[in-house]
């Protein structure tokens, strides 16, 4: 088993597969309460299974099979966690949603960009290199059998690639795009004309939800 051959051909079936997951990402929830707003645990989404994806690409290299779909489910489970548990305050995101003069905010475009760095996500920890490493060693010798020479040190690559390439990507992208809407409880006309959308939610506006560089680090 070339296992440096292999983790050579994870990463770029990972980094290509985040890269299309970024690309088809959307925003479908959190909450609006009226200029404020924040993409709560689970409202980060996107219409691409990485896990899915890197196994096409691993196939295609001939990887073989149970190691192509342990490398895909270990990698692609420690983006999704990190996906789902993602959150994001948009402190002062939608000023207008302040005053609305009617019973309900139309979509509404957030002001400015928001950077992935500002959130957090209880998941995040799994892209490490740390937590990672052991997981997917571990899962890769139940299949590998006495083939392991070599198998340490390129998954240890491997997991320092990927806590690097998120780690630099992280720095520098951003939410863009995104809508709020919702409710406004308090109008009531003539005596109270405008007022703040309350337990409104935020979507996507047109295109992908997330702008930046490419995932990967060039190595």
Same mark, same amino acid.
């Not at 970024?22 to 200029?35: E, M, N």
């Not at 980060?44 to 196994?55: A, P, T």
């Not at 001939?62 to 270990?74: D, F, G, S, Y």
């Not at 997991?159 to 939410?175: C, G, H, I, M, Y």
């Given at each position: ?21 970024? +690309? ?21 989404? @996107?219409?691409?299974? +990485? ?64 950077? +992935?760095?500002?959130?957090? @996500? ?10 990672? @490493?052991?997981?997917?060693? @571990? ?5 590998a059998g006495r083939d392991v020479a070599g198998l340490d040190g390129a998954v240890k690559d491997l997991t320092t690639w990927v806590e690097a390439s998120f780690r630099d990507w992280k720095l520098t992208a951003q939410v863009v795009g995104v809508m709020g809407k919702g409710p406004i409880p308090s109008f009531a ?20 939800? +997330? ?9």
């Amino acid at each position: 088993m070339d296992w440096v051959a292999i983790t050579k051909a994870t990463r770029a079936a990972f980094g290509q597969s985040v890269n299309d997951w970024i +690309i088809a990402s959307y925003v479908q929830g959190g909450w609006v309460r009226g200029p404020n707003a924040e993409l709560t645990p689970g409202s980060l989404k @996107s219409s691409v299974d +990485i896990e899915q994806r890197m196994m096409q690409a691993l196939t295609i290299e001939r990887v073989p099979a149970p190691i192509a779909q342990t490398l895909a489910k270990e990698l692609g489970g420690a983006w999704r966690a990190w996906a789902d548990g993602f959150r994001l305050s948009l402190a002062g995101a939608y000023p207008t949603l302040a005053a609305v003069p009617g019973p309900m905010a139309p979509p509404t475009p957030a002001a400015g960009a928001f950077p +992935i760095a500002r959130g957090m @996500s209880a998941g995040e920890p799994q892209l490490s290199a740390a937590m990672l @490493s052991p997981r997917l060693t @571990s899962a890769l010798r139940v299949h590998a059998g006495r083939d392991v020479a070599g198998l340490d040190g390129a998954v240890k690559d491997l997991t320092t690639w990927v806590e690097a390439s998120f780690r630099d990507w992280k720095l520098t992208a951003q939410v863009v795009g995104v809508m709020g809407k919702g409710p406004i409880p308090s109008f009531a006309p003539p005596y109270v004309p405008v007022g703040p959308v309350v337990m409104g939610d935020n979507i996507s506006g047109p295109g992908h939800v +997330i702008a930046g560089p490419r995932f990967g680090r060039l190595t």
